[in-house]
Every structure is written in C-alpha cells, then in structure tokens.
C-alpha cells in the first residue's frame, strides 16, 4: 500500500483522494506518512534557486541504494541552500 499511496501522491492524485483509497482519518496522516521527498524533488529544488552551474549533487544515472548516502546528499543540500 506504502507504494501505490506514493505513486498516486508523485503523480498529481489529490491528497485527499488518497486519503480515502487509504481510509484515513486525517489527510495530514497521509501526507505526513507518503508525501516525502525524493533526491530529485531535493535536487530541482535546488537547482531553482542555485546559480546556473551548480551541481550540489554528483551526477547519477543509476539509483541510490544507501540510506546514509542519501542522507549525506540530503545535508548538501542542506549546506548549499545555507550558502
């Protein structure tokens, strides 16, 4: 169910459509629960208010799949909107 809520989240559904397909008593519960941010909602972001060349993040092609390097990019992040 974790899956299929984010999808429908990502793709535009209305939260409070998915709140009812889930049957939660409170939107916020979903959105709370399944409305995170993924690297790339991080890295546009970003790449919104950055100057033109920056590159806070390495370039990747593939996935991540380490938790803790998706929490160092996250505080570059981080740095780079205190900058």
Known sequence: MHTAATLMLRAGVDAHRVQRILRHASVTTTTGTYGHLTLDDLRDAVSRIGPEKSTPFA???AP???GAEARR????CKRHLAE
Do not use: G, N, T
């Open 59 to 61: 370039d990747r092609s």
């Open 64 to 66: 991540s799949a380490s």
């Open 73 to 76: 990019e996250f505080r570059a």
